[in-house]
């Protein structure tokens, strides 16, 4: 009986060990699957139209993905109906990080404020995975404009309130809303006018058919190389690199802490694993950290953004309390 209690133990005790080891081994088979990944093509959603700044690079990163994985990074352009195209094609895609939307501030910070029902849920739709880059919005004028300061331009807005126009592409885009925080902090009212298009919208600007167009050096660049616009100012905190003659809105005569900013994300689904959004995140911003994507920014006017998961958190929070606080000061609501 004493040898078949042992037996029994000894049998007991391999079956604890067993059990142990592949409780060890699990979680490194996880891990080596996530490492792996992607094992098929990955799509890159994107609500932006072909050959602008964000489409741009989007293109450049899937490009370097590609090699990366060595599986194919393909961009799929849905623009149109404020992103909820590209945004309802996400939707129904994978959730296992192989469907990827690039999505603007708007689409997370603004929105959500802006219209009364919204065809998604931030919280509940997205896994907000990296930030690709921000860029600052300068203000634009006509070559030619009377306007040769921030400070010229805020005292006849003021002298003439409801006078002086500038323009966007929608109700709702960061342009608008940022022109619409200028009139907030300034106390006074100016005309929205709004263009189809960003191309038609610019050069409205240079036709006089506006005194002002907020553009970032992805949109409005084409049109100041090709001497058609001139930069005011740029709300930002401080000069742009490549861009150091313009001065910021503070310095020209404006009002200080007015910044306009935009800034782009990868997001997957919910549900993706974790590791695997570790992966796609540190794949991304190595894909970003190359010295050719540098150049690319400079001439976009882009800047290198590159939080903790935790901070780019409290930066999206940030970013939606300042568009509410902007949007309930000026009224605006969107069904």
């Not at 690709?132 to 805020?154: G, H």
């Not at 997957?268 to 794949?283: C, H, I, S, Y």
Request: charged content about 20%; hydrophobic content about 40%; overall charge positive.
């Amino acid at each position: 009986m004493k040898n078949d209690n042992v037996n029994v133990t000894r049998r007991h005790l391999t079956a604890a060990m067993g059990l142990l080891a592949a409780g060890v081994h699990a979680p490194s088979r996880a891990q080596s699957s996530a490492v792996n990944w992607p094992t098929k093509p990955v799509r890159i959603i994107n609500p932006f139209p072909v050959g602008g700044g964000p489409d741009g690079v989007s293109r450049l990163v899937a490009d370097k993905l590609s090699r990366t994985w060595g599986q194919s990074a393909v961009v799929e352009n849905r623009p149109g109906g404020n992103g909820f195209i590209a945004i309802a094609a996400f939707k129904q895609g994978a959730t296992d990080g192989t469907d990827i939307i690039q999505l603007d501030n708007v689409h997370l910070a603004a929105y959500p404020h802006l219209f009364k029902k919204l065809p998604y849920d931030v919280q509940k739709d997205f896994e907000v995975v990296t930030p690709l880059f921000r860029t600052y919005f300068f203000v634009c004028v006509p070559v030619n404009s009377r306007y040769q300061t921030m400070a010229d331009l805020i005292a006849a807005a003021k002298a003439n309130p409801g006078k002086l126009n500038y323009g966007s592409w929608s109700v709702g885009n960061p342009v608008h809303l940022g022109s619409a925080l200028l009139e907030k902090m300034i106390g006074t009212q100016m005309e929205h006018v709004i263009y189809k298009e960003t191309s038609q919208l610019y050069q409205g600007v240079a036709n006089g058919e506006l005194d002002f167009a907020l553009g970032s050096s992805g949109t409005a660049g084409p049109m100041v190389r090709a001497g058609k616009l001139r930069l005011l100012a740029v709300a930002a905190p401080e000069r742009l690199a490549g861009y150091a003659s313009i001065p910021t809105v503070a310095e020209s005569g404006g009002p200080a802490n007015y910044f306009v900013t935009g800034w782009n994300a990868f997001a997957v689904r919910p549900g993706t694993p974790v590791e695997v959004q570790r992966k796609l995140r540190a794949d991304v911003q190595a894909a970003l950290s190359g010295p050719d994507v540098k150049e690319k920014f400079q001439t976009f006017g882009y800047v290198q953004y590159t939080p903790t998961p935790e901070e780019f958190k409290s930066f999206i929070a940030a970013e939606s309390k300042r568009f509410e606080d902007v949007i309930k000061t000026a009224g605006l609501s969107l069904e």
